[in-house]
């Protein structure tokens, strides 16, 4: 079960925002050298031996306010090799800021959240770090981070000094995460909804079934789960259809439910494309039809309508207003998690009218992989 037996009469803490998101990975240096030469990514920080952490290598990567750490083991023993081996790289470490780490922890566990870690401090000589952390779907979790008495640059264990250089290239322009979506087992996606209304304190956003999310093949469903600020967490469940679907394709290639991918916002979509094409990002690829249809639909809207058709930068529109977005490949060797690059003009979606063309991308992928 996602959640105990809690008392709801206990108010949520409330999270202040993202903190970082903590990648557990087989090859550290590798990852973060792909994420800093591909997606512009910087290393402002790094723990390992040299700084006294003796059972892991951790970079921190920044850009704009997005903070990623990618975490490797240095032992056969160590739970982070065992992690990698079951699900390969992934992320593990969905982490939010508070205001207070003991009683955002006690309060989620009144409402019935699972621990993973009771809470602990970081000493050095810029101060204390407070954590905490509770289970969610998989073996994910969620730290709770009270920076209020640390004034270093990240967090104790970690030096600033002796960094990889900058990425060679012009900035990308990757300002904050928009959302981050988790995929759990068929029959479970009430569940974790659940989890995160009666837990988390957080309400539901949007909802989306196999009527509106589904192709030719496959099909699943959707709610989005938000605090009623900038944490915005999508989950999602396979639904049943012709052949197997890129969630449960995701399921059974991770190993168990997991992060599917993390999106990006930026306010220049074209320049941010433009730059991850230039270094070699793969992306996602639409068919010519789609950007005949599309540009028939919302020609009306005062759009650079070539260049999106020539980076495959897919369009939707809303009462609202309009969104830009577009997909990586999946960024390792396992079909699990990837990158999603959106910027907003006014919507508050997630592009409903482009899901039919990235599903059937996706199905193409797995086509040729062999696991449609």
Known sequence: MA????????????????????????????????????????????AGPETGVEDR?????????????????????????????QHGDGAHDLAFVV??????????????????????????DRGTLRLAAVATYGETKHTFVDRRDYHGHYCPGYATTGLPPDPVGPPI????????VGNVEEGRLDEWVSFYEDVMGFSQLRHFD?????????????TVV???????????????GLRQSQIQEYLDTYRGPGVQHLAFRTDDVIQAISGLRARGVRFLEANDEYFADVRERLGFLDLPWDELSRLG???????????????TEPVSDRPTVFIEIIERGGATGFGEGNFKALFESIEREQARRGNL
């Open 57 to 85: 290598s951790s970079y921190l990567l920044e850009q704009g306010d997005i903070r990623l750490v990618v975490t490797a083991g240095l032992s056969p023993e160590s739970e982070i090799w065992t992690h990698v081996r």
């Open 99 to 124: 205001d207070d780490t003991e009683e955002t922890y006690e309060a989620a566990l009144a409402r019935g959240a699972r621990p993973a870690r009771e809470p602990y401090e970081l000493t050095d």
């Open 210 to 222: 196999e009527s509106q999310i589904a192709t030719e093949y496959s099909a699943l469903r959707s």
């Open 313 to 327: 930068i897919l369009v939707d529109h809303e009462p609202d207003g309009y969104l830009l977005q577009l997909f």
């Open 173 to 180: 322009g990757l300002d904050r995460i928009d959302h981050v």
């Open 3 to 46: 959640v105990l037996d809690g008392d709801a009469a206990t108010p949520a803490a409330r999270l202040r925002g993202w903190d970082s998101v903590e990648f557990w990975v087989g090859n550290a240096r590798a990852m973060a050298g792909f994420l800093c030469g591909s997606f512009g990514f910087g290393v402002t920080a790094y």
């Open 226 to 240: 938000w605090n009623g600020h900038d944490v915005v967490m999508p989950l999602n469940e396979p639904a049943p």
